[in-house]
């Protein structure tokens, strides 16, 4: 199964300041087809995890422009330009290359300062 | 507006069985694939189980293979997760989520989820 590590655990961030989360796969997310099977999803407390970001780097319907995907074969990255006190949760990024199964990276923690 | 409905949750004795649905609305159930996923109390996300669109396709983590089974019924708008041999291990909050593609890549949108707690 590919392993995904996220980093840091938590976070704290002052509103209006940046955040960045790292993700790193085990076995390289690029698909013959091109297209590298990264995601990444908020949970917000108390709530299911909505998708933020697919393919690594393409906003899902309804997402603010201040989150931004990057990353190329094992090593990707979400950042927030600006934090907003509604940017509090947990996010996660998921790979899908390897199916079954699909793997989840065990959460970053986003609090605001 | 995308909606995604689970239920039949509730506590369960170990080795006994439940059966999940969640009911769709606001999509063309058939076009996508669906998934299930469940999060322990206070832990994070772990994929269960994918059905393709036509239901011709299925997929399983090890954790549940044979034990659980993923079924669709399209004319109902409807997903099914049948789980027997119950452990409590298998404790958690069950996600419904719909998936982006016919064939499965990734969840999108996800219910609320119903909780399955097994327990003597």
């Known amino acids: 199964d590919i392993v995904m590590t996220q980093t840091p655990l938590s976070l704290s961030v002052t509103p209006g300041q940046p955040a960045s989360i790292s993700c790193k796969s085990s076995?390289?997310?690029?698909?013959?087809?091109?297209?590298?099977?990264l995601y990444w999803y908020l949970q917000k407390p108390g709530q299911p995890p909505q998708l933020l970001i697919y393919?690594?780097?393409n906003r899902f319907s309804g997402v603010p422009d201040r989150f931004s995907g990057s990353g190329s074969g094992t090593d990707f990255t979400l950042k927030i330009s600006r934090v907003e006190a509604e940017d509090v949760g947990v996010y996660y990024c998921?790979?899908?290359?390897?199916?079954?199964?699909?793997?989840f990276g065990g959460g970053t923690k986003v609090e605001i300062k | 507006e995308v909606q995604l409905v689970e239920s039949g949750g509730g506590v369960v004795q170990p080795g006994g069985s439940l059966r999940l649905s969640c009911a769709a609305s606001?999509?063309?159930?058939?076009?996508?694939?669906m998934h299930w996923v469940r999060q322990a109390p206070g832990k994070g996300l772990e994929w269960v189980s994918l059905?393709?669109?036509?239901?011709?396709?299925?997929y399983y983590a090890d954790s549940v293979k044979g034990r659980f089974t993923i079924s669709r019924d399209n004319s109902k708008n409807s997903l099914y997760l049948q789980m027997n041999s119950l452990r409590t291990e298998d404790t958690a909050l069950y996600y419904c989520?719909?998936?982006?593609?016919?064939?499965?890549?990734?969840?999108?949108?996800w219910g609320q989820g119903t909780l399955v707690t097994v327990s003597s």
């Open positions: 989520a719909k998936d982006i593609r016919a064939l499965g890549v990734a969840p999108d949108y």
């Open positions: 606001g999509f063309t159930f058939d076009d996508y694939a």
């Open positions: 059905i393709s669109g036509d239901g011709g396709s299925t």
């Open positions: 076995q390289s997310l690029l698909h013959s087809d091109g297209k590298t099977y």
């Open positions: 393919e690594v780097s």
């Open positions: 998921m790979q899908s290359i390897q199916l079954p199964p699909l793997t």
